[in-house]
T-cell receptor, first 114, second 112 residues
Framework: DGGITQSPKYLFRKEGQNVTLSCEQNLNHDAMYWYRQDPGQGLRLIYYSQIVNDFQKGDIAEGYSVSREKKESFPLTVTSAQKNPTAFYLCASSLGLEYAFEQFFGPGTRLTVL | GNSVTQMEGPVTLSEEAFLTINCTYTATGYPSLFWYVQYPGEGLQLLLK?????DKGSNKGFEATYRKETTSFHLEKGSVQVSDSAVYFC???????????FGPGTRLSVLP
C-alpha cells in the first residue's frame, strides 16, 4: 500500500531539547510539505520541498529546520529556538507542482514539550 | 494573496439532516479547489476536488460545485450520518504558485 508514514504518533520532550519528526512516503511524489496545526486552528505551512536537496521556508519557518536528502524522506527538526513547539504536526506530499494535484497527508505527530 | 474563507463552526445537525458548509475563495488565476476531512487525532483525507469552473466534485454522498462567478465551492450532503462528524477544510491551489491555502476548518457534529 502506498502512503505517507509519520513517526512517532506521540512525542514528549523537555524544553530546550531539539527533536526530529520523521516523514516517509512511498508514493514517488516530488513535493513534500510540513504543516503545524494548533487546537481549533487551520494548517500553517512550515517548510516545503519540490525536489531532492532543495527546500523553501513556509509561513512559520522560524525555529524549525528540514532536510531532503532522499526523495521519499523529509524529516523536520523542531529546535530549542521554537518558542511554542507543542502542536500537531502534519506531513504531506503531492505528485508535483501542477495545480490540479492534491496533497496526501500522513497521520500526524503530536508533540508535547514539557 | 490567495485566501479561503469558511463558515464558522461548530455545526451541529441531527442524523439524516441536510448539510451545507460554505466556502469562498480569493485567488489569482484559475485555482483548483479541494475539500479535505479530518477525523479526531488523524491527518487530512481528500474528500473531493474540482479543477475548473462548473466542475462538480463528489464522493461518499458529498458534493461541491466550482462556481467561478461567485468564487465559491460549498460542500453539501443530502443526509448526514453520525460517522460524518469531523472537521472539514476547504483548500485551493493556484496555477501560479506551488502551495496550498487552507481555510480554518469547520467542525461538524452529527447527533443520533
Amino acid at each position: 500500500d502506498g502512503g505517507i508514514t509519520q513517526s512517532p504518533k506521540y512525542l514528549f520532550r523537555k524544553e530546550g531539547q531539539n527533536v526530529t519528526l520523521s516523514c516517509e512516503q512511498n508514493l514517488n511524489h516530488d513535493a513534500m510539505y510540513w504543516y503545524r496545526q494548533d487546537p481549533g486552528q487551520g494548517l500553517r505551512l512550515i517548510y516545503y520541498s519540490q525536489i531532492v536537496n532543495d527546500f523553501q521556508k513556509g509561513d512559520i519557518a522560524e525555529g524549525y529546520s528540514v532536510s531532503r536528502e532522499k526523495k521519499e524522506s523529509f524529516p523536520l527538526t523542531v529546535t530549542s529556538a521554537q518558542k511554542n513547539p507543542t502542536a500537531f504536526y502534519l506531513c504531506a506530499s503531492s505528485l508535483g507542482l501542477e495545480y490540479a494535484f492534491e496533497q496526501f497527508f500522513g497521520p500526524g505527530t503530536r508533540l508535547t514539550v514539557l | 494573496g490567495n485566501s479561503v474563507t469558511q463558515m464558522e463552526g461548530p455545526v451541529t445537525l441531527s442524523e439524516e439532516a441536510f448539510l451545507t458548509i460554505n466556502c469562498t475563495y480569493t485567488a489569482t488565476g484559475y485555482p483548483s479547489l479541494f475539500w479535505y476531512v479530518q477525523y479526531p487525532g488523524e491527518g487530512l483525507q481528500l474528500l473531493l476536488k474540482a479543477t475548473k469552473a462548473d466542475d462538480k466534485g463528489s464522493n461518499k454522498g458529498f458534493e461541491a460545485t466550482y462556481r467561478k462567478e461567485t468564487t465559491s465551492f460549498h460542500l453539501e450532503k443530502g443526509s448526514v450520518q453520525v460517522s460524518d462528524s469531523a472537521v472539514y477544510f476547504c483548500a485551493l491551489r493556484d496555477n501560479y504558485g506551488q502551495n496550498f491555502v487552507f481555510g480554518p476548518g469547520t467542525r461538524l457534529s452529527v447527533l443520533p
